[in-house]
């Protein structure tokens, strides 16, 4: 049997596979097990920050993993305490804590809210608000905090304690808060999942105020559109505001598992041994590879996003059979005429890589992609919707 045909048999068919097998690649490159050459605008779902194969990368993860590649959380290792003090001293939270995915980042935010609340105010304050057509997670209070009603099937009963507001609608969220015993509200400034659909900024401004005069704590969900995605180290930032927990994966590590809920002042201190934990959290080789991440997000190369992303949104917006794009920096949505899988197909066959959200064509490319290569994956982008 092939990888392909070995995959069909032996791993439990949860995944929608296109019919590639990536064996190898650099940069913003990626090569089949057929050689065919693909432009990657998809990076592992905003995984691969800097690509693929990036030397400095491969050479921090290398060397933790000559000392030590795993001691649990008993022991000190100072990855772990390095990339805690670089998230906090960047973002001005004030703790962290690790573990290995966006869900479990945000469970850990779901506990730090709820129990903020408990030790606060007692038993049964516990409701969280979060927004319809929002996505947080595939565990069962991860899928219980999304706003997508598709997904509140099959698996019950779900975690009680989330009610829904509309986006953009404050009146929505206060008629929640005052019908409920509410301790948060939870967002994705920029719904990922949900289509690449930012929130309005006069409604981030607007939530973060009557959060902060009803001692409601604001959550931000940052697993997609943080660590430079946006043009920004974290797309908050964007908004001028400042959250008491955000939580962030995917492309922290830049390809190996890794979450972070950070934790603002009002929280710093709600965890206390033995009430949260994780095996593989804070792994010192996976957050070897964060700080060499997150140490070149710097100003240059989040400017260059900026830039870069502009070409993308002066090329697209107006061109043949687009009806809209949206989004901020390299975490980009496109409504097409024709249907978005139609689009991914001809991009495949074309050797370019992009992805859907809902009935978007979704473009994730890393951060520091040359902008050759860029130009030339956005005229093939062109010419598969306009054919």
């Not at 995959?7 to 097990?33: M, Q």
């Not at 573990?99 to 469970?107: H, I, R, T």
């Not at 304690?161 to 509200?185: S, T, W």
């Not at 689009?343 to 809902?358: P, Q, S, Y």
Request: one cysteine or more.
């Amino acid at each position: 049997m092939n990888i392909i045909e070995t995959d069909n048999k032996y791993v439990a068919h949860s995944y929608g596979r296109y019919p590639v097998c990536i064996t190898s690649g650099k940069g913003s490159v990626l090569y089949g097990d057929d050689g065919k050459e693909y432009i990657d605008f998809g990076t592992g779902i905003a995984v691969n920050t800097l690509g693929v194969s990036d030397d400095v990368w491969q050479q921090a993860v290398i060397e933790q993993i000559g000392k030590i590649q795993h001691t649990s959380n008993l022991y000190y290792t100072e990855p772990c305490a390095k990339l805690a003090e670089m998230l906090c001293e960047r973002t001005g939270m004030k703790k962290v804590f690790f573990s290995n995915s966006g869900a479990e980042a945000n469970e850990c935010a779901i506990k730090a809210a709820r129990r903020y609340a408990f030790l606060k105010y007692g038993d049964g304050h516990s409701t969280i608000i979060t927004l319809e057509n929002s996505f947080h997670g595939r565990t069962i209070t991860t899928l219980s905090a999304t706003g997508q009603e598709h997904y509140h099937h099959e698996f019950t009963p779900f975690t009680e304690g989330f009610v829904y507001a509309k986006p953009n609608d404050m009146d929505d969220v206060k008629r929640l808060a005052a019908e409920n015993k509410c301790v948060a509200v939870m967002i994705e400034v920029i719904q990922g999942e949900g289509g690449v659909c930012p929130l309005d900024r006069d409604f981030v401004k607007d939530l973060r105020k009557f959060t902060e005069e009803n001692d409601l704590l604001l959550i931000v969900d940052e697993v997609q559109t943080g660590n430079g995605r946006t043009g920004q180290l974290y797309a908050y930032m964007n908004y001028g505001i400042m959250p008491d927990i955000v939580s962030t994966a995917k492309g922290l590590a830049g390809g190996l598992p890794l979450g972070a809920t950070m934790l603002g002042e009002k929280v710093q201190d709600v965890y206390t041994p033995g009430t949260h934990g994780s095996t593989f959290g804070g792994n010192p080789v996976c957050c070897a590879a964060a700080l060499s991440v997150l140490e070149r997000i710097d100003d240059k190369l989040l400017a260059g996003v900026r830039e870069k992303s502009e070409y993308i949104f002066d090329e697209l917006n107006g061109a043949k059979g687009v009806e809209s794009v949206s989004g901020a920096g390299f975490m980009i949505g496109v409504k097409c005429e024709k249907p978005a899988s139609e689009i991914v197909n001809k991009c495949m066959e074309r050797g370019l890589l992009v992805l859907t959200a809902k009935d978007r064509v979704r473009l994730l490319p890393a951060l520091n992609i040359d902008f050759d290569l860029l130009k030339k994956g956005v005229e093939i982008l062109k010419e598969a919707i306009a054919e």
